[in-house]
């Protein structure tokens, strides 16, 4: 999946020891373009992306996992980006807010006038 926004955020980066050595996390904070305006925070695992280059203000692809876990009957959701990229330097997004209704058609049906004086040749 993919989640494109403005990265209004970089939260501290974190480090830690796991059985697997050693892991960094970043969670960056995205907000996406609309009428009403969210935000999604988005984690970064060791060295999949380089949040150091980014900065406050661009525009970025983000292409993400989504997954949710149980813990003493309480659900948690993580967003965790794969892959990043950055659309273009202080871009405004464009407006997801248009409706996207199905254009017109240019030519109309006109039924065949010969059918109407064929036999119906349907069983039923």
């Known amino acids: 999946m993919e ?3 403005k990265l209004v955020r970089k939260l501290p980066l974190q480090t830690g020891q796991g059985r697997n050595g050693e892991w960094k996390r970043q969670d960056i904070i ?7 305006p969210r ?8 060295d999949k992306a380089n949040v150091a280059a980014l900065s406050e203000g661009d525009v970025l692809t983000a292409s993400v996992d989504i ?12 967003v965790t980006a794969w892959k990043i990229d950055v659309a273009g330097e202080n871009q405004p997004l464009p407006d997801t807010t ?4 199905p254009a017109a058609p240019t030519e109309t049906y ?6 109407e004086n064929q036999p119906d040749d349907l069983p039923f």
Request: charged share 25%; glycine share 4%.
């Open 110 to 115: 006109q039924p065949d006038a010969s059918a």
């Open 3 to 5: 989640i494109k926004g």
């Open 30 to 36: 995205l907000e996406l373009e609309g009428s009403f």
């Open 67 to 78: 997954e949710s876990r149980e813990f003493n009957d309480k659900w948690y959701t993580s």
């Open 98 to 101: 248009a409706s996207s209704s």
């Open 39 to 46: 935000k999604v925070c988005i984690s970064v695992w060791n």
